[in-house]
C-alpha cells in the first residue's frame, strides 16, 4: 500500500473532524465516527474510527485544541438538542410513568408551560429631589422666637 502526502493530509482532516464530532458526543463514538464516514459504504471505515481514533494521540491532541480554541461550552448541545433528546426518550419507552416525566421536561424546555412571575422588586427609592426651607425671617426675629421657645421650655419643665 503506498501512502501519499495527500491521504496523510485527508487522514488528519477526517481524524479532525472525528474529533470534533467525539467532542458532541463524547458517549458515543460510533455516531460520530458515522457523521465523518456517512453512508454505507463507508460501514468499516466508521467502524474503525470508532474503535482505533478514540485513543489516538492526533485526536486526543485535537480535542484539547479545539476546546482551548472555541471554549469549553461550545460542543455542548444546544436547547434543540436537548429537546430532541427528550423527545426521542418519549417515543423510545413504552414505560408511561417515563414518557410523561419526559413530555413535560420537553415541554418546560419549549416553553410551553407558562411559569407565574414571581419577581418581587423590594427596592424602596426614596428621591426627595425638592427640599423645603422653611422661613423663619430675618436674624433677629428668629434669635428673639428661639429666646422665648427656650424660656418656655423651662418654665414648663420646672
Known amino acids: 500500500m ?7 493530509e485527508s487522514d488528519l482532516e477526517k481524524k479532525t473532524e472525528f474529533a470534533e464530532a467525539l467532542l458532541r458526543s463524547p ?3 460510533f455516531n460520530a465516527a458515522k457523521s465523518v464516514f456517512p453512508g454505507q459504504r463507508q460501514m468499516a471505515s466508521a467502524l474503525h474510527a470508532a474503535i482505533r481514533w478514540v485513543d489516538d494521540e492526533f485526536v486526543l ?6 476546546t482551548r480554541d472555541n ?15 427528550v423527545y426521542d426518550i418519549t417515543s ?5 410513568e ?10 418546560d424546555i419549549r416553553g410551553f408551560i ?3 412571575n414571581t419577581t418581587i422588586n423590594n427596592n424602596n427609592a426614596i428621591s426627595n429631589r425638592v427640599m423645603v426651607v422653611k422661613d423663619h425671617g430675618d436674624d433677629d426675629n428668629w434669635a428673639e422666637n428661639l429666646k422665648r421657645q427656650q424660656q418656655a421650655l423651662i418654665e414648663s419643665s420646672g
Not at 2 to 8: G, K, M
Not at 92 to 96: R, V
Open 71 to 85: 471554549g469549553k461550552y461550545s460542543f455542548l448541545p444546544d436547547k434543540a438538542d436537548v429537546a430532541r433528546k
Open 61 to 66: 491532541a485535537e480535542k484539547k485544541r479545539l
Open 2 to 8: 503506498i501512502t501519499t502526502i495527500a491521504t496523510l
Open 92 to 96: 423510545n419507552t413504552n414505560d408511561p
Open 98 to 107: 417515563l414518557q410523561l416525566k419526559a413530555y413535560k421536561l420537553y415541554s
Open 27 to 29: 458517549e458515543n463514538p
Open 114 to 116: 407558562d411559569k407565574p
